[in-house]
Structures are given as structure tokens and as C-alpha cells.
């Protein structure tokens, strides 16, 4: 087999890829970013406000990666250990922006009358909408965005969340009610309800 067709994917290419890397082998370094980009753009994208935001959290985060590769077990999919790295990243730099501002279970009430998960699953249903959610993310506060991509998106539990954020699980799961609450009323307000 040739260099060139080495798949990230593969689990014995995926070990190759990491020693090469781990050597600062440049070829070995950009079949790792040429083949993970376009995800963990994707990734930054979700959790950041615009896409010039985005890629600046996907380059910071590939420089930790190459930081970090010798630690990479050689165990598991490189692919998520590389989410995971770029994640965190991007969590504190957000964290040291002072771009989270959580609010407690307390400060503010939710509204508890209609089942956020239930409502957001049935406009995710119609034809375009999980686009349109996807789109509307970017405009919840980094807080918000933050929580409902680890929670429902990368499917962390609360007291992981807390963890990574600082916070309670109280918290996390506060702001993960908002977050669903004002995703339903922002889709609402610019797609109307029954579009």
C-alpha cells in the first residue's frame, strides 16, 4: 500500500498516521488534517458565532492535536480523540473569553408547560428544519451553544458538562432547558410554527 492511500478511518492507518505525526512528519501531518478538516470544521462551527470564529477554533485546536499526538493511545479512533482535543480546546478558549455567563436554575424560571425535547424533535422532523436549528445555533449565546452541543450533540452527561465548564449539574441542566426553549422560540419566530 502507498503512503497516499492511508485512510484515518482504518485502525492500523490511523496508528501509522499518529507516529508519523508524533515524528512532526509533515506528509503523515497533512493526510491528518486533509482527512478530519471538513469535521471538525463542522465541530467549531457548532460552537462558535461565525465561521471566521470557527476557524480560528479549528486551527487552535490542530496546533494542540500535533501538541499532543504522542499521547494519543493508539487505541480507540484517532478521529475522536481529535474531536475531543479540538473540543476542549475551543471550551477554554470560550471559558477564558469570558464568553460564558450561566445562569442558575434559580435566577430564572423556566417554563416547564410544553416538553422543550418533545417540540424540538418535531420541528427536527420537517423537511429543512435540522438545517435551520443547525443555523439558529450559531445565534444562541456561547453558553447555550455550548451545553446543547455537548449534551446533544456530542451526547456528554450533565456532570461531564459540569465538569469540563466549571459548573453545576444544576447549572448545565438549566441552561440546556434554555438553550432548547429559546432554540423552539427562535425557529418559531423566523420559520413560524407549522411551516
Not at 485546536?61 to 504522542?70: Q, S
Not at 464568553?99 to 418533545?118: G, L
Not at 459548573?167 to 438549566?174: L, R
Amino acid at each position: 500500500m502507498r503512503k497516499d492511500e492511508l485512510d484515518i478511518n482504518n485502525a492500523d492507518d490511523a496508528k501509522k498516521i499518529a507516529k508519523g505525526c508524533a515524528k512532526n512528519d509533515r506528509y503523515y501531518q497533512h493526510i491528518l488534517y486533509s482527512q478530519t478538516f471538513k469535521q471538525m470544521m463542522g465541530v467549531c462551527l457548532r460552537y462558535s458565532s461565525n465561521s471566521e470564529e470557527a476557524m480560528d477554533f479549528v486551527q487552535d485546536g490542530y496546533v494542540k492535536v500535533f501538541e499532543r499526538i504522542d499521547s494519543y493511545q493508539m487505541s480507540g479512533s484517532l478521529v475522536l480523540w481529535i474531536k475531543r482535543i479540538i473540543v476542549n480546546n475551543l471550551v477554554d478558549s470560550l471559558r477564558k473569553t469570558s464568553k460564558f455567563h450561566f445562569s442558575d436554575i434559580d435566577e430564572e424560571k423556566i417554563d416547564e408547560s410544553y416538553d422543550a425535547d418533545e417540540e424540538l424533535d418535531r420541528i427536527a422532523r420537517k423537511e429543512r428544519s435540522a438545517d435551520r436549528i443547525v443555523e439558529l445555533l450559531q445565534e444562541l449565546s456561547p453558553v447555550y451553544r455550548a451545553v446543547f452541543n455537548m449534551y446533544v450533540v456530542d451526547e456528554l452527561p450533565h456532570n461531564e458538562i459540569a465538569e469540563r465548564l466549571g459548573i453545576s449539574v444544576g447549572t448545565s441542566k438549566s441552561n440546556l432547558a434554555k438553550a432548547k426553549q429559546r432554540l423552539r422560540q427562535m425557529y418559531i419566530n423566523k420559520y413560524g410554527e407549522d411551516e
